[in-house]
Nanobody, 118 residues
Protein backbone atom coordinates (compact mmCIF):
# COMPACT_ATOMS: atom_id res chain seq x y z
CA UNK A 1 0.00 0.00 0.00
CA UNK A 2 0.95 3.66 0.22
CA UNK A 3 1.48 6.11 3.03
CA UNK A 4 0.05 9.63 2.72
CA UNK A 5 1.02 12.79 4.57
CA UNK A 6 -0.97 16.00 4.14
CA UNK A 7 0.29 19.50 4.81
CA UNK A 8 -0.58 23.09 4.04
CA UNK A 9 -3.66 23.64 6.15
CA UNK A 10 -4.14 26.71 8.29
CA UNK A 11 -6.24 29.76 9.04
CA UNK A 12 -7.17 32.10 6.21
CA UNK A 13 -9.67 34.89 5.72
CA UNK A 14 -12.63 34.49 3.41
CA UNK A 15 -11.59 35.14 -0.17
CA UNK A 16 -8.07 33.92 0.48
CA UNK A 17 -6.17 30.94 -0.86
CA UNK A 18 -4.37 27.88 0.45
CA UNK A 19 -2.55 25.03 -1.22
CA UNK A 20 -2.71 21.61 0.36
CA UNK A 21 -0.11 18.95 -0.38
CA UNK A 22 -0.33 15.18 -0.09
CA UNK A 23 2.99 13.37 -0.25
CA UNK A 24 2.80 9.68 -1.08
CA UNK A 25 5.34 6.98 -0.34
CA UNK A 26 5.43 3.23 -0.66
CA UNK A 27 3.95 1.38 -3.63
CA UNK A 28 3.35 4.52 -5.70
CA UNK A 29 2.98 2.63 -8.95
CA UNK A 30 -0.09 0.80 -7.67
CA UNK A 31 -2.19 3.96 -7.21
CA UNK A 32 -5.10 4.36 -9.64
CA UNK A 33 -6.89 7.38 -8.22
CA UNK A 34 -6.16 10.04 -5.64
CA UNK A 35 -8.81 12.10 -3.95
CA UNK A 36 -9.24 14.95 -1.52
CA UNK A 37 -12.05 14.63 0.99
CA UNK A 38 -13.16 16.98 3.73
CA UNK A 39 -15.15 16.59 6.92
CA UNK A 40 -16.64 19.38 8.96
CA UNK A 41 -17.72 18.85 12.59
CA UNK A 42 -21.00 16.95 12.75
CA UNK A 43 -21.05 16.30 9.02
CA UNK A 44 -20.26 13.33 6.80
CA UNK A 45 -16.99 13.13 4.95
CA UNK A 46 -17.38 14.72 1.51
CA UNK A 47 -15.48 14.00 -1.70
CA UNK A 48 -13.99 17.27 -2.92
CA UNK A 49 -11.74 16.44 -5.88
CA UNK A 50 -10.37 13.47 -7.80
CA UNK A 51 -7.44 12.90 -10.11
CA UNK A 52 -6.98 9.61 -11.94
CA UNK A 53 -3.86 7.84 -13.15
CA UNK A 54 -4.61 9.22 -16.61
CA UNK A 55 -4.87 12.75 -15.31
CA UNK A 56 -8.64 13.18 -15.47
CA UNK A 57 -10.06 15.39 -12.76
CA UNK A 58 -13.45 15.81 -11.16
CA UNK A 59 -14.82 18.18 -8.53
CA UNK A 60 -17.71 18.53 -6.16
CA UNK A 61 -20.18 21.16 -7.35
CA UNK A 62 -19.49 23.20 -4.24
CA UNK A 63 -15.83 23.77 -5.21
CA UNK A 64 -15.93 23.85 -9.02
CA UNK A 65 -14.17 26.89 -10.38
CA UNK A 66 -12.45 27.57 -7.04
CA UNK A 67 -10.38 24.43 -6.31
CA UNK A 68 -7.87 22.71 -8.56
CA UNK A 69 -6.37 19.27 -8.02
CA UNK A 70 -3.00 18.54 -9.62
CA UNK A 71 -0.01 16.29 -9.18
CA UNK A 72 3.75 16.33 -9.49
CA UNK A 73 4.83 12.81 -10.39
CA UNK A 74 8.49 13.59 -9.77
CA UNK A 75 7.68 14.51 -6.18
CA UNK A 76 4.97 11.84 -5.68
CA UNK A 77 2.74 14.65 -4.48
CA UNK A 78 -0.85 15.67 -5.15
CA UNK A 79 -1.97 19.23 -4.53
CA UNK A 80 -5.26 20.96 -3.87
CA UNK A 81 -5.15 24.64 -4.76
CA UNK A 82 -8.03 26.36 -3.00
CA UNK A 83 -8.97 29.89 -4.08
CA UNK A 84 -11.84 32.20 -3.12
CA UNK A 85 -12.22 30.33 0.15
CA UNK A 86 -15.49 30.58 2.05
CA UNK A 87 -16.25 29.97 5.73
CA UNK A 88 -18.20 26.87 4.68
CA UNK A 89 -14.94 25.38 3.34
CA UNK A 90 -13.77 25.05 6.95
CA UNK A 91 -13.07 21.35 7.49
CA UNK A 92 -10.40 18.77 8.07
CA UNK A 93 -9.10 17.84 4.62
CA UNK A 94 -7.95 14.29 3.96
CA UNK A 95 -5.95 12.80 1.13
CA UNK A 96 -6.99 9.37 -0.11
CA UNK A 97 -5.46 6.88 -2.54
CA UNK A 98 -7.18 3.98 -4.26
CA UNK A 99 -5.02 1.26 -5.72
CA UNK A 100 -4.56 -2.39 -6.44
CA UNK A 101 -2.06 -4.88 -5.03
CA UNK A 102 -3.45 -8.41 -5.23
CA UNK A 103 -6.71 -6.70 -4.36
CA UNK A 104 -8.09 -3.22 -4.02
CA UNK A 105 -6.85 -1.02 -1.20
CA UNK A 106 -7.66 2.37 0.24
CA UNK A 107 -5.13 4.52 2.06
CA UNK A 108 -5.83 7.69 4.04
CA UNK A 109 -3.68 10.48 5.35
CA UNK A 110 -4.01 11.94 8.82
CA UNK A 111 -5.80 15.08 7.70
CA UNK A 112 -5.01 18.78 7.81
CA UNK A 113 -7.24 21.48 9.28
CA UNK A 114 -8.44 24.35 7.10
CA UNK A 115 -10.24 27.19 8.84
CA UNK A 116 -11.73 30.08 6.89
CA UNK A 117 -12.75 33.12 8.91
CA UNK A 118 -15.46 35.51 7.80
Amino acid sequence: QVQLVESGGGLVQAGGSLRLSCAASGSIGTINTMNWYRQAPGKQRELVATITRGGSTNYADSVKGRFTISRDNAKNTVYLQMNSLKPEDTSVYYCNALGFIAGRYVSWGQGTQVTVSS
